[in-house]
């Protein structure tokens, strides 16, 4: 119980500095655009993380750096694909169409019981988006699919790298990956628009998000089962709409409202049905033999 409250609040933390991030970079989108904000956040993230976490090679096995390879290029294709839809339909038809990645995520990793929490969740994110408000722009809803293919993918993946390898080293060759990635697509734009204070506000805003929460969220990944994890980013529209009520005075409907107490209720159920049973200590010493070769 006690490792899924930590996995849970963990991940609650994460989700609140990506949406502390989003709305501190409204004023660094107006400047830049949204792609470069992105590509900005995730190069300044990669730097930031290679320079503290210093990773080391020896830490990887073959398979687990390239998995960390795989998901630095799955996170910047998170990123990207899901401002594309933003440019092109509403947000919050945007949003739930991205959330049936994790929610896809932890229906088909879910046990029994465990499986009713991603429907309840699904209804949640239904009111609190109401994506039949929105006109549907077919290439706008193929990107948002795009982004929510790529959710899926960095949940599984960032739960594979971050059991096979110690602490952040995972995530700190996938973040570089995600810069270098991010940059071949959004670096070109963003030539003629660098100034000190842009330069300024993207470390802070890559500190914000996504070094933080990424970092919560391998970390959550180690406690929690896919689907739990899944189910708890379901809370990431809530907390959008509160942050939205407090910083910005935008008051939900009605819908909204009803959609938050179902994913509350589906993320208090997730946790107290999430926690990961902890690795066996044959598989541990398995892990360390391979890690051991690799380095010999």
């Known amino acids: 119980m006690t490792t899924s409250r930590t996995g ?11 949406q502390l991030g989003i709305a501190a970079s409204v004023g660094l989108f107006d ?37 960390a390879i795989a998901l630095g290029a799955i996170t910047a294709g998170l990123t990207m694909f899901f401002i594309a839809a933003v440019d092109r339909i509403p947000m919050g038809t945007a949003s739930a169409l991205e959330f049936l990645g994790p929610l896809g995520v932890a229906v088909l990793r879910g046990r029994g019981g465990t499986k009713v929490w991603p429907a309840i969740a699904a209804v949640g994110v239904l009111l609190l988006t ?20 790529c959710w899926a993918l960095y949940i599984v993946l960032t739960q594979r790298v971050g059991d ?7 995530l700190a060759i996938s973040m570089p990956v995600a810069g270098l990635v991010s940059s071949a697509v959004a670096g070109p734009s963003l030539v003629g628009d660098l100034t000190v204070d842009v330069l300024l506000a993207g470390i802070g805003l890559a500190i914000l998000f996504p070094v ?14 896919t689907t739990a994890f899944g189910t708890l980013m379901s809370l990431e529209p ?7 009520l407090v910083v910005l005075a935008q008051a939900p409907g009605l819908l909204p409202v009803v959609g938050i107490g179902f994913v509350v209720v589906a993320g208090i159920g997730a946790e107290r049905t999430g926690a ?17 070769e690799v380095a010999a």
């Open 8 to 18: 849970a609040g963990m991940a609650l933390v994460a989700m609140l500095c990506v």
């Open 31 to 67: 400047q830049i655009g949204a792609e470069g904000a992105a590509c900005l956040r995730l190069v300044f993230a990669g730097l930031i993380l290679l320079a503290v976490v210093r990773p080391r090679v020896a830490s990887f096995t073959r398979s687990s750096l390239g998995a």
């Open 130 to 149: 109401e994506p039949w408000h929105g006109a549907l722009d077919p290439a706008g809803v193929g990107f948002a699919l795009a982004a929510a293919v």
């Open 164 to 170: 096979e390898v110690a602490g952040l080293q995972g």
């Open 212 to 225: 933080v929460p990424f970092a919560l969220e391998m970390l959550a990944l180690r406690r929690l089962t």
């Open 238 to 244: 809530a907390l959008a709409l509160l942050i939205g």
């Open 276 to 292: 990961r049973a902890a690795p066996s200590p044959d598989a541990r010493i398995a892990h360390e033999a391979r890690v051991v």
